[in-house]
């Protein structure tokens, strides 16, 4: 690993690469420490407000800052979900850009900005009233001092895609994951100290030393079972034909491999997300009903732990068939002349990819619903506020966009390695 990462630093372009992911990752964080204008200092406690408390993860613990970078890329991940759900031939002209390749897909990503955008007012000033009412963070409140301070906010979120885009087009990895990833490991310290002072409170006695050090081994158990998970798969033989089998021993196997997480991390952002989009409407419209719902959607609650987990299996099942398609993976073996021992080529191909993908993307849910479920049974159980359990949706994202990227920079060394190789 160690040789890998010295490996990176020695290729010129991927360097540069690195270091400008790290030039705007800097950017972020010093944005994520400017507060937004009108606020005091008031110190904020989202522990008890399930719904601000997810938001504040996926923003890096902003919203406790209230920065102009509070609302992260939320406001983003949610207009997506929005848009490729209604791309479902719920309306078809957005059925027919999800369609229409790669055109299709820019035309969509430009209409999920502009409601990216609306979404970033409607977070912003719903968390402004919000957190003033409670906690009483604005200077002089008033409708047009939330509606001013959620126009920063948005103007925050916007400037945070641009970076995303500037990361993904010069950087490594994608963009937008990468800045999640940044903001939640830049919240881990804040995290373990909250562990560290609720286990400490009454001093440094015995069971609580044995308490944080199981803590810690737990949390790194947590780390290598989704390590696992995310690079587990299932490989299914496959058999080249004579022509494309020109430098290879006869009967020689090559294998399609198929990961038993296929969605990544997706389907937890995803969940997390559509339990959120309920209360942001509600607010705009009417406080009661946001308040009924915000108390619906209390995790504190089992029935609200068991609809996040089945929230979670559904966008499993669904972004894993809308990223793998047995279909088109039936057709290129067939183009290529390939096939798969014993299964035969095209419509059995896919039937057989389908039932196989199926299969794994099981085990593949079931084990992400647990991480994902799993810093909620132990606050219940343990008393600590969501943010500070062990596993969940912090350590999902954050190692999928790290693997990821590892395997990005990767591709990017061996190619390099290899047009070196053949100008030679």
Do not use: C
């Amino acid at each position: 690993m160690i040789q890998t990462f010295v490996d990176f630093f020695k290729s010129k372009d991927i360097r540069k690469k690195i270091f400008f992911t790290l030039a705007m990752l800097f950017v972020f964080r010093l944005g994520a420490a400017i507060p937004a204008p009108g606020i005091n200092d008031t110190v904020i406690n989202l522990a008890s407000n399930s719904i601000l408390s997810m938001m504040n993860l996926l923003g890096g613990g902003m919203i406790e800052q209230m920065s102009i970078f509070s609302l992260g890329v939320s406001p983003y991940i949610t207009a997506s979900i929005i848009i490729q759900m209604l791309s479902m031939d719920i309306i078809p002209p957005l059925a027919e850009m999800s369609k229409n390749g790669k055109k299709g897909r820019q035309q969509m990503d430009r209409i999920t900005r502009y409601l990216g955008v609306v979404m970033a007012f409607v977070q912003g000033y719903f968390i402004t009233q919000l957190l003033s009412q409670q906690y009483g963070i604005v200077d002089n409140p008033s409708p047009m001092v939330y509606a001013y301070i959620a126009a920063i906010m948005t103007a925050g979120t916007m400037f945070l895609l641009w970076i995303g885009d500037q990361i993904t087009t010069k950087g490594i990895g994608n963009g937008v994951s990468v800045i999640i990833f940044a903001g939640i490991v830049a919240n881990m310290p804040t995290s373990f100290q909250t562990v560290y002072n609720y286990l400490f409170a009454n001093g440094a006695s015995a069971a609580a030393i044995t308490s944080f050090a199981v803590y810690i081994l737990m949390f790194i158990a947590i780390i290598v079972l989704v390590v696992t998970m995310q690079l587990a798969e299932r490989r299914i033989p496959i058999q080249y034909s004579t022509s494309q089998a020109i430098n290879k021993t006869k009967g020689d196997l090559n294998h399609l491999p198929l990961k038993i997480n296929s969605a990544s991390v997706i389907p937890v952002i995803f969940a997390s997300s559509l339990i959120q989009v309920p209360q942001i409407i509600t607010s705009w419209v009417n406080q009661d009903a946001y308040k009924w719902l915000a108390d619906f959607f209390d995790f504190s609650k089992p029935y609200v732990i068991v609809i996040y987990g089945i929230l979670v299996i559904l966008f499993t099942f669904f972004y894993t068939n809308l990223t793998v398609d047995p279909a088109k993976i039936s057709e290129n073996l067939g183009k290529q002349g390939n096939y798969i021992p014993g299964v035969r080529p095209g419509k059995e191909t896919t039937e057989y990819v389908s039932k196989v993908l199926n299969r794994i993307t099981v085990l593949g849910a079931i084990l992400l619903t647990v991480i994902a479920v799993l810093p909620y049974i132990i606050s219940a159980v343990t008393g600590l506020p969501h943010s500070a359990a062990i596993g969940g949706t912090g350590i999902i994202i954050v190692v999928g966009v790290a693997i990821d990227t590892t395997k990005n920079l990767k591709g990017q060394l061996t190619s390099k390695q290899y047009r070196s190789f053949v100008g030679r």
